[in-house]
């Protein structure tokens, strides 16, 4: 229970969080205390050092505080606070990438599933910025150990028919024997994939002693593969077995950028950065820990041993709430020398490199806004693209880039129901649906459709009638790379080889490239199922050529023996089955 001041004089002399409020009760920083009363009267000094301090108590108008028991379950309370209400002036993880994690279920019969979303349920492996990599990963272990895909256990599954799946649902395994198997991707993931295979060997050497062949088969397999992708996926360097993170920092103007690397087992498995906010006037000591309060505090793996390139204030507080989280002795270290020096030293490097790339990605912006002459910088841009085929197997598609970077869980793709061929039609249809949806999405600071005068106008039109011509919106004409605005008659014309011109081109591009894939898609679908796939002689390629010069049956009906001869692959024999087909049948292809 929290109690509500104006001044720290009755606050108590315990440990507990301290929450600090504006004149709007709005929360403005929390923080955490081993003397509740002598850490907040800090604040109140006729002379305050720190510009931090000073900006912060220019704006205090109340404060409520919470008693813990310690100083440790103080930092669990304002980890937890911190992230749920994200105060102003506190530095705060920043997320936003959301990169996916590998996570066992908490069932009865666990599953291994991708997810961006962290809970308190489950053991969590991550995050894995190679998205790729990762389902090839979670793909290949779901086939090794044969565990459960299906949400319902109601009964074996086509997985079970074809041995894809051990079938719990109807009692072919054990419980103890499907917990075994679990353990060993949990071995897995932890990069211990020596005891994995160690294990296996003995298992395998069972099964053949009491002649069960058939499973020590199955076992050698599993061996084989282990080792096959362990040799491809990770990188030797550290010469013992300790489960460590490395982390270090880099200082930019308004945030930091965290770079952590996890070696597991002696191998480096990983890299991701992140970046710190309300930085500007805390120390490195204090960055580092409060990143690694917030970074660790929300079910996270807990290594034997953290590595950092600068040393930390509280650094024993952090070590005991780490190792109870652990379940054992959690270590905090800056190396001085050797080869762990060496690992700190090249995450130093890396955090680096990110930096500056984020320096570059704010100079693409800011000279984006500059030629655009927008209100603010373009943070969120979308762009839109449609693809057809004379108006048939018409899409549009819709991506989505933040501060400068594909944000690939807001690309959206859509079946476009205008007929055509007709694209200014089109494009309408797509971008009323799209922007129809602004209610219950983040609004674009600007919005990038490919064409010229006649295309911006169209979309225009359509802003005005949702009530959205607020929104930036520009047309990028592809011959000459000229940028068409609202309200004027001459395009604007960046220099070739400016960034904010280069990131234009790549909404374009991805734009148009995620439209065309979405195309062929449904296109070789729509191929596949064509009730020309019985004509001898003609396969997909042969399919695509005809669908590209004659669009349908009809066509193909009136067609000559000469003009079928014509198309791209055909020989005699596959000219003269397609004309005797196409006038048995009146379907499209």
């Known amino acids: 229970m929290s109690t509500k001041v104006k001044s720290p004089e009755n606050l108590p002399k315990k440990p507990g969080v301290y929450i600090m409020r504006d004149a709007n009760d709005e ?52 980890a937890t606070l911190i992230k749920k209400h994200r105060p102003r002036y506190n530095v705060q993880l920043k997320d936003d990438k959301r990169y996916p994690y590998v996570k ?14 962290i809970t308190k349920n489950g053991i969590y492996y991550g995050p894995f910025t190679d998205v790729t990599s990762v389902k090839k990963t979670v793909k290949f272990l779901k086939s090794l150990f044969k565990i459960r895909t299906c949400r319902n256990m109601d009964g074996p599954c086509l997985n079970s028919q074809i041995d894809l799946c051990y079938a719990p649902c109807s009692g072919e395994i054990s419980k103890e024997e499907y ?87 002696g191998k480096i498995v990983g890299r991701d950065d992140f970046l710190m906010s309300g930085s500007q006037y805390e120390s490195n000591s204090e960055i580092l820990f409060a990143f690694i309060q917030q970074y660790y505090g929300f079910n996270r793996h807990i290594p034997k041993q953290i590595l950092l390139n600068e040393p930390i204030d509280d650094t024993e507080l952090l070590e005991e709430w780490l190792s109870d989280l652990r ?82 869980k807001k690309y959206k793709r859509f079946k476009i129901e205008t007929p055509g061929p007709n694209d200014f039609a089109m494009m309408k249809e797509l971008l009323t649906r799209r922007l129809k949806m602004i209610d219950t999405d983040e609004e ?51 220099p070739k080889n400016n960034k904010a011109l280069h990131l234009l081109q790549q909404v374009r591009d991805e734009s148009h490239r995620f439209a065309i894939t979405y195309h062929r898609k449904l296109r070789s679908d729509n191929i596949s199922e064509s009730s ?53 049948t009146e379907a499209d292809l």
């Open 27 to 78: 929360i403005i920083y929390i923080g955490k205390a081993k003397n509740l009363i002598n850490r907040v009267r800090s604040y109140f000094r006729e002379k305050l050092d720190r510009p931090k301090t000073q900006i912060l108590m220019s704006h205090f108008d109340s404060l409520e505080y919470i008693v813990t028991n310690s100083e440790k379950e103080a930092l669990i309370l304002e």
């Open 104 to 117: 066992i279920t908490n069932e009865k019969y666990p599953r291994l599933i991708i997810t961006r979303n």
């Open 179 to 265: 917990d075994e198997i679990i353990n060993k991707i949990d071995l897995f993931f932890q990069g211990k994939y020596s005891v994995i295979v160690k294990n296996l060997k003995k298992e395998m050497a069972e099964a053949a002693e009491n002649e069960q062949f058939e499973k020590a088969a199955v076992l050698r397999d599993q061996i084989t593969s282990i080792e096959e992708i362990m040799e491809k996926q990770f990188v030797d360097l550290v010469d013992d077995d300790l489960d460590q993170d490395v982390i270090a920092i880099a200082p930019n103007d308004n945030e930091v950028v965290v770079i952590i690397m996890p070696i597991r087992n």
């Open 327 to 408: 379940g054992n002795k959690v270590y905090i270290k800056v190396p001085m020398k050797g080869v762990k020096l060496r690992l700190v030293n090249m995450a130093q490097k890396n955090a680096e490199i990110i930096k500056h790339q984020k320096k570059a990605m704010e100079n693409s912006l800011i000279e984006l806004k500059k030629y655009l002459k927008l209100d603010k910088l373009p943070r969120i841009i979308e762009g839109y693209d449609i693809s057809n085929i004379s108006g048939k197997f018409a899409v549009g598609s819709k991506v989505s880039f933040k501060d400068a970077k594909p944000n690939k």
């Open 444 to 494: 674009p600071d600007l919005i990038v459709i490919d064409g010229g005068k006649g295309q911006l106008g169209m979309a225009c039109e359509v802003l005005d009638e949702l009530n959205l011509a607020h929104i930036p919106i520009i047309g990028l004409a592809k011959e000459f790379e000229e940028i068409y605005i609202p309200n004027s008659k001459r395009p604007i014309i960046i």
């Open 532 to 584: 020309l796939d019985d004509i001898p002689g003609i396969g997909k390629k042969r399919k695509i050529n005809i669908l590209k010069e004659f669009g349908t049956i009809d066509n193909v009906k009136n067609a000559s023996v000469e003009e079928l001869a014509k198309i791209k692959g055909m020989n005699e024999k596959a000219v003269s089955y397609t004309h005797l087909r196409a006038h048995e």
